[in-house]
């Protein structure tokens, strides 16, 4: 684990990567992203794309996207998201949360692929030509994101990290080949004591640290959609 | 529409609710507040009383498990057979209009025992005789429109009962499919007093500590 200042820490990921999400978004992170120009990146939302997912195609830096939808919660559809995939700019693998997740957990134990129930009937199962049919089954391929940017609360110097148990964010850092984590604070002892709801993420699985403050995911959007109508009224 | 979705769910049920479901969070609570007390209420992410939960997978996984009884999808389109459509207009390749997509549905919709279908408008654009994409297709329980209640029999959704204020003609007309009407279709009852003292009290309430905004707009 290394303690790196923001612009270090993403300065990591090339252009190109591919880059997983979770939630609680990490805002800091991302925008860094869009601050230094970062193009052709393969975004993964986990196991859906939110705000993060918006600002980073509206900034440009997407090729694609792997997630089971996109949009803004109670705010509705994503608008830059719908023009990209509208125009042809972005290049979507369509899936839905439980086959994503259990593809995830198929890359956090090293196994190839996973059958994953449902999904039989849906146009993804002819859309997707990576998935299969086995024994009444669809089997679909493990996701193992070069990079994941995950937002938690606190760590200690060591690395151990807390963050919420809401989320889908251990299994995408067990998944993940490299874990940037950004986090409100660095200090001794963070983990001593939890608060309701929250869990521990060990040291071993983050690669990279660095304190960039969390913000309110709702916020964020409706000053996003603000700006937007500011602009286009 | 709350009230027919709390009509429908039975006391005991496991009862799952996604993202963007403040009316059948409406029905289920309210449904909780009077006839079905024991009625529990799981959502991805935890419940509107606090209750822990450890990520959407968990919850995914309890449907997996079949430890959830009931579960509510919506879609821009639905057709005539129940499939339903969270992902284009037009051409999936070269989409019209992009929608958000599948979330969990694509899985939740064949293993889940009921499902409840509900779209918020009743009109030929979105009631249509075969979806641009399926984003998911099953065997559902009925769809809840703002017009009527659709239940579904050999293959195919089929009028139940109309709203008050509408008839059996004017849901067809609004319907993009020649649409089966059963025979024993009826009015369905107006919300009584009791149920929108809940809905506009307690239920209001609760449904706000999640969904901020349709609480503002629906106080």
Same mark, same amino acid.
């Given at each position: 684990?290394?303690?790196?200042?923001?612009?270090?820490?993403?300065?990591?990921?090339?252009?190109?990567?591919?880059?997983?999400?979770?939630?609680?978004?990490?805002?800091?992170?991302?925008?860094?992203?869009?601050?230094?120009?970062?193009?052709?990146?393969?975004?993964?939302?986990?196991?859906?794309?939110?705000?993060?997912?918006?600002?980073?195609?509206?900034?440009?830096?997407?090729?694609?996207?792997?997630?089971?939808?996109?949009?803004?919660?109670?705010?509705?559809?994503?608008?830059?998201?719908?023009?990209?995939?509208?125009?042809?700019?972005?290049?979507?693998?369509?899936?839905?949360?439980?086959?994503?997740?259990?593809?995830?957990?198929?890359?956090?134990?090293?196994?190839?692929?996973?059958?994953?129930?449902?999904?039989?009937?849906?146009?993804?199962?002819?859309?997707?030509?990576?998935?299969?049919?086995?024994?009444?089954?669809?089997?679909?391929?493990?996701?193992?994101?070069?990079?994941?940017?995950?937002?938690?609360?606190?760590?200690?110097?060591?690395?151990?990290?807390?963050?919420?148990?809401?989320?889908?964010?251990?299994?995408?850092?067990?998944?993940?080949?490299?874990?940037?984590?950004?986090?409100?604070?660095?200090?001794?002892?963070?983990?001593?004591?939890?608060?309701?709801?929250?869990?521990?993420?060990?040291?071993?699985?983050?690669?990279?640290?660095?304190?960039?403050?969390?913000?309110?995911?709702?916020?964020?959007?409706?000053?996003?959609?603000?700006?937007?109508?500011?602009?286009?009224? | 529409?709350?009230?027919?979705?709390?009509?429908?769910?039975?006391?005991?049920?496991?009862?799952?609710?996604?993202?963007?479901?403040?009316?059948?969070?409406?029905?289920?609570?309210?449904?909780?507040?009077?006839?079905?007390?024991?009625?529990?209420?799981?959502?991805?992410?935890?419940?509107?009383?606090?209750?822990?939960?450890?990520?959407?997978?968990?919850?995914?996984?309890?449907?997996? &498990?079949? @430890?959830?009884?009931?579960? #509510?999808? %919506?879609? $821009?389109?639905?057709?005539?057979?129940? !499939?339903?459509? *969270?992902?284009?207009?037009?051409?999936?390749?070269?989409? &019209?209009? @992009?929608?958000?997509?599948? #979330?969990? %549905?694509? $899985?939740?919709?064949?293993?889940?025992? !009921?499902?409840? *279908?509900?779209?918020?408008?009743?009109?030929?654009?979105?009631?249509?005789?075969?979806?641009?994409?399926?984003?998911?297709?099953?065997?559902?329980?009925?769809?809840?429109?703002?017009?009527?209640?659709?239940?579904?029999?050999?293959?195919?959704?089929?009028?139940?009962?109309?709203?008050?204020?509408?008839?059996?003609?004017?849901?067809?007309?609004?319907?993009?499919?020649?649409?089966?009407?059963?025979?024993?279709?009826?009015?369905?009852?107006?919300?009584?007093?009791?149920?929108?003292?809940?809905?506009?009290?307690?239920?209001?309430?609760?449904?706000?500590?999640?969904?901020?905004?349709?609480?503002?707009?629906?106080?």
């Amino acid at each position: 684990m290394e303690l790196l200042a923001l612009p270090d820490a993403v300065a990591r990921i090339p252009d190109g990567a591919t880059v997983a999400l979770g939630r609680p978004p990490a805002l800091g992170l991302v925008r860094e992203l869009i601050r230094q120009g970062r193009r052709d990146l393969d975004l993964v939302g986990v196991p859906t794309g939110d705000i993060a997912i918006e600002l980073l195609i509206a900034a440009g830096c997407a090729r694609s996207l792997h997630s089971s939808g996109v949009d803004l919660g109670e705010h509705g559809q994503a608008p830059a998201f719908g023009r990209a995939v509208e125009s042809g700019a972005l290049r979507v693998t369509d899936s839905t949360c439980p086959a994503l997740l259990m593809a995830l957990q198929a890359g956090a134990s090293g196994i190839p692929w996973t059958p994953v129930p449902g999904l039989l009937g849906s146009d993804l199962m002819t859309r997707r030509r990576d998935l299969r049919v086995l024994e009444g089954l669809a089997i679909v391929p493990a996701l193992r994101p070069q990079f994941a940017l995950v937002q938690a609360r606190r760590a200690d110097p060591q690395g151990d990290a807390v963050i919420a148990t809401t989320y889908d964010d251990r299994l995408l850092i067990q998944a993940s080949s490299t874990v940037i984590m950004s986090v409100d604070e660095v200090r001794p002892g963070a983990t001593d004591v939890l608060a309701r709801g929250e869990q521990v993420i060990p040291a071993a699985y983050i690669d990279v640290l660095t304190v960039a403050p969390s913000e309110d995911a709702g916020a964020a959007t409706e000053r996003y959609l603000e700006s937007i109508s500011v602009h286009t009224r | 529409m709350a009230a027919v979705i709390s009509r429908r769910l039975r006391d005991g049920e496991r009862v799952g609710v996604g993202v963007n479901s403040p009316i059948p969070m409406q029905g289920v609570l309210l449904a909780q507040a009077s006839h079905a007390p024991h009625l529990s209420l799981r959502l991805p992410g935890g419940s509107p009383d606090g209750e822990l939960f450890l990520g959407s997978k968990e919850f995914f996984d309890m449907a997996q &498990r079949g @430890r959830i009884d009931v579960f #509510f999808l %919506s879609g $821009v389109q639905i057709d005539r057979r129940a !499939r339903i459509n *969270l992902h284009v207009l037009g051409d999936y390749a070269h989409p &019209r209009r @992009r929608f958000a997509g599948a #979330f969990g %549905s694509a $899985v939740l919709y064949p293993i889940i025992p !009921r499902v409840i *279908l509900f779209r918020t408008e009743h009109s030929p654009r979105a009631l249509v005789d075969a979806v641009d994409f399926v984003s998911a297709a099953g065997t559902p329980d009925c769809l809840v429109t703002p017009k009527a209640l659709l239940t579904f029999a050999d293959g195919e959704l089929e009028l139940a009962a109309y709203s008050p204020g509408e008839s059996v003609e004017s849901v067809c007309a609004a319907t993009g499919w020649p649409l089966r009407v059963r025979p024993d279709v009826r009015e369905t009852p107006a919300p009584s007093a009791d149920e929108l003292r809940l809905l506009r009290g307690p239920v209001h309430e609760k449904v706000g500590r999640v969904y901020r905004r349709y609480a503002a707009a629906t106080a």
